[in-house]
């Protein structure tokens, strides 16, 4: 029995999705900080967690895989409710539904969503007539258009050569399929797509955008840069896209069949306003103000003048996002009266708080590294004094 291996339809799903965001139950003084263009730290605990997805199943011969939990179903087998005519006006295709799949009737016209969307992961699984009739383009020729815009070829190429930007798995005019990854014509193909678009502002472009595409499992097209929506004869050139678009399937007179088609649309990038990624220094900072005023915020639920220490360490933690000179004078002033009570301590209640004493130590010593305070900061110079003394800095 034959598995078919679209990459994204079972275990490899793109968690680029929406994220949850935990907040962590200590401060984290470990991995690199914040910079200029990255707002988190490495190995940030504050940084939102990926939302659980789940994967859905490889496809078989006879049967369609099922879409992973968040996977927005475009076609599932039964009816064309989500779909029309590709015309001014819309209104009914007369495409097909026979045997769970979509197919073209020739003539028809192209046939496109009523759902408009934008950056997607796109499943689409395609198959030719398993009669052959043609050669070249003319044997089962079809296109899916992301957006209704760039077009990624759908041909029998199985023993079919045909020029190699007009291959199937080809961004059609501009650039050709890595490999000729098909299966047999009758048999079901299956198409996973990155797709990207072009972010320009003020005419200027920030992001040309970008396509991925796997053919039965076999990279095809490697983040290929958009290059307009390409065609037939004329060279396509970059220019801006919408924000949203509907998917099309082209009619190019053969009958080929479609099924299990759905999508999960992606987050917006680092020039969109994501926070993930080589930020502008302008974002990054932005973003890192942000985080600081939520640990101070967390900071001031703390407060407990018994125990004031888990407010101290989250207001050291905000100035590894954001330098704030009345936070600093507050850690600075609160550090002092944290050494001078353990100043007061006897030996034995000194002993005790050992391994607190030893994680306020380290917390210094990583703003020290980073010079987010300097080597003479008072509270920190006073601390690891007396871990030195106490004989806890060896191992």
Not at 277 to 293: D, H, S
Not at 332 to 354: F, N, P, R
Request: charged share 25%.
């Amino acid at each position: 029995m034959r598995v078919y291996t679209g990459l994204m339809a079972v275990g490899v799903v793109v968690l680029l999705a929406a994220t949850v965001r935990a907040a962590p139950a200590e401060p984290s003084f470990y991995g690199d900080p914040p910079d200029e263009n990255h707002p988190w730290a490495v190995h940030d605990p504050h940084r939102p967690q990926p939302k659980a997805v789940s994967p859905g199943t490889f496809s078989m011969p006879e049967q369609p895989g099922k879409p992973p939990s968040d996977a927005v179903i475009l076609f599932d087998g039964t009816d064309l409710s989500k779909w029309e005519a590709d015309k001014a006006e819309g209104g009914p295709t007369k495409w097909i539904v026979k045997d769970g799949a979509m197919e073209c009737t020739p003539g028809s016209g192209y046939i496109r969503t009523k759902e408009k969307f934008g950056d997607c992961q796109l499943h689409v699984e395609w198959a030719a007539p398993k009669k052959v009739e043609g050669n070249s383009q003319g044997r089962g020729n079809s296109g899916i258009f992301p957006m209704g815009l760039a077009e990624i070829q759908v041909l029998d190429n199985y023993d079919n050569p045909t020029y190699a930007d007009g291959f199937a798995g080809a961004y059609y005019g501009v650039s050709p399929a890595m490999a000729n990854a098909l299966r047999p014509p009758g048999e079901y193909q299956v198409v996973d797509i990155v797709f990207r678009r072009p972010v320009y502002k003020d005419g200027k472009v920030l992001d040309p955008g970008y396509v991925t595409v796997l053919m039965n499992g076999v990279l095809v097209q490697d983040h290929a840069m958009l290059e307009g929506p390409g065609g037939h004869m004329g060279r396509s050139k970059p220019r801006p896209f919408p924000e949203a678009g509907p998917l099309k399937l082209q009619d190019h007179g053969n009958p080929v069949r479609f099924r299990n088609i759905w999508y999960r649309p992606l987050p917006p990038r680092a020039v969109e306003g994501s926070t993930d990624g080589y930020l502008t220094t302008e974002a990054a900072m932005a973003k890192r103000k942000e985080i600081a005023a939520e640990i101070r915020e967390d900071a001031a639920k703390r407060k407990d003048a018994a125990n004031p220490l888990p407010e101290m360490l989250r207001l050291m933690e905000s100035l590894v996002y954001d330098k704030d000179e009345t936070v600093y004078r507050q850690v600075e002033q609160m550090g002092g009266q944290y050494v001078e009570s353990l100043k007061k301590l006897v030996a034995d209640k000194l002993e005790a708080k050992k391994d607190e004493v030893k994680r306020v130590n380290d917390a210094f010593r990583y703003l020290g590294r980073f010079k987010i305070v300097p080597a003479t900061f008072g509270p920190k110079v006073e601390i690891e004094k007396m871990v030195k003394e106490q004989g806890w800095d060896k191992k």
